[in-house]
């Protein structure tokens, strides 16, 4: 590339902490070292060595990171919005595992958790030795999570879950689900259980067939008769007020994490630009492809100040959920736009696996549905402005 980098355009460098710039340049280089050399191979066979990739992640802090305790690292928000962008501009299928892991498995245990199930779990899954996953949705139960089904019932002391989740990122590979359920109104609704995957009963097939975050493991849940002692239960929390904390921090992290996909989308789209020769000149040179590569530029800086606005909001405890889903709906939004405009830059070529483009755009598709869809999250702003909410 020739010219100015898109975001340096916009000068944010004094927006970033010397700290939070060295570990977003650390996630960078552990991506180009594990990650970018096979990605496109990975996509191409839906595949994703989790196991590996977690302890690596692990030993770099990258698991939990702005979690305290636990050998987690502690970091601010934003050094963790970085590291999501980072990790996402080589694929979100790398960053989902992170996500889950961090902002959703073990955010929950952390927060929401007794302290024998924080000793029991958050080591090892800061090192990666222990996989989390998060099941919330079911397969008729996913924007509206209080109509879910699966159901815990006590039986002496022991609960008893049954039901099925959908849609469960790392769920085949996981040790540990947090798995929530309705308890009943007499045990406060609906409750989060810790569950060891090897626990009798427990399943989780992995959903085949994908067009989108393939270099991920998406699964079902199947929970039957799945007996589990009764300091299994979260203690901390009751009703829908407990997956939803978690599922904020995850939104916070994809706010930046969208705009790794279509940083990278961008970079590739002007370097293609520049080296393929159309008409006699350069792609680069005819006005309409400037004219697009402007317009993408604008939206992802524009995207970039939000993250950060939003990650110092965080860092001084006062992002409210109503913030995260307003710049979960803009990023993800303006993301998969940029990716698939970046493909039309390639032509025939974006198609393929030899440029990341295409692998984001349709990676965004899920990104743009999981963690609260676009729609969910236009009916939550939506409210905030009328005070009227539309949701049912
Ligand atoms: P639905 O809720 O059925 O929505 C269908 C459509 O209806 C959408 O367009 C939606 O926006 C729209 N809609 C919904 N409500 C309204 C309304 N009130 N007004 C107007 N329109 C509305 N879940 C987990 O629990 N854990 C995970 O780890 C996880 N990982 C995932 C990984 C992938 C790759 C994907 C694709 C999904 C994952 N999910 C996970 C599930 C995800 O959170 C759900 O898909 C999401 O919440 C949407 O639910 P749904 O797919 O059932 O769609």
Not at 52 to 58: D, F, K, S, T
Not at 233 to 256: H, K, Q
Not at 320 to 333: A, C, F, I, M, Y
């Amino acid at each position: 590339m020739t010219g100015t980098h898109p975001l340096d355009l916009f000068d944010l460098d004094d927006l970033v902490g010397d700290e939070e710039r060295a570990i977003q340049q650390t996630v960078r280089e552990v991506m180009d070292a594990q990650v970018r050399p096979h990605v496109a191979q990975w996509y191409d066979e839906a595949s994703l060595p989790v196991r590996e990739l977690a302890v690596e992640l692990g030993k770099v802090g990258l698991l939990g990171m702005h979690l305290t305790g636990y050998g987690c690292a502690g970091t601010s928000a934003t050094a963790y919005g970085l590291a999501c962008l980072e990790l996402e501009a080589a694929d979100a299928g790398v960053r989902s595992l992170v996500s889950v892991q961090g902002s959703l498995a073990m955010y929950a245990i952390w927060q929401h958790g007794s302290d024998e199930q924080k000793d029991a779990w958050l080591p090892r899954m800061a090192t990666g030795e222990a996989i989390g996953c998060f099941g919330l949705t079911e397969p008729d139960a996913g924007s509206d999570p209080a109509s879910m089904r699966t159901r815990a019932r006590l039986d002496g002391t022991d609960w008893v879950l049954n039901g099925s989740k959908m849609w469960i990122t790392n769920g085949s590979v996981a040790d540990v689900a947090v798995v929530w359920a309705q308890a009943g109104p007499e045990h406060g609704g609906i409750r989060g259980f810790v569950v060891p995957t090897d626990t009798d009963g427990f399943s989780a097939p992995e959903i085949k067939r994908k067009l989108s975050l393939r270099a991920s493991v998406t699964s079902e849940l199947v929970l039957d008769d799945v007996r589990l002692p009764a300091d299994a239960v979260l203690p901390e929390v009751t009703g829908l007020r407990g997956p939803l904390s978690c599922l904020t921090e995850a939104r916070f992290g994809i706010i930046f994490g969208s705009l790794g996909s279509a940083r990278d989308s961008l970079e590739t789209a002007l370097r293609y630009a520049a080296e393929r020769d159309i008409f006699g000149r350069s792609l680069g040179s005819f006005q309409l492809t400037q004219a697009k590569l402007a317009d993408m530029t604008l939206e992802l800086g524009k995207g970039m100040l939000l993250a950060l606005h939003l990650g110092r909001l965080k860092d001084a405890g006062r992002i409210t959920p109503t913030q995260v889903s307003l710049g979960k709906l803009n990023n993800v939004r303006e993301s998969i736009a940029i990716a698939r405009e970046c493909r039309t830059i390639l032509g025939a070529a974006g198609i393929t696996l030899e440029h990341p483009v295409m692998r984001h755009a349709n990676n965004l598709e899920s990104v743009l549905t999981y963690e609260g869809t676009s729609e969910v999250h236009q009916l939550v702003i939506g409210q905030a402005l009328t005070g009227e909410s539309a949701f049912r």
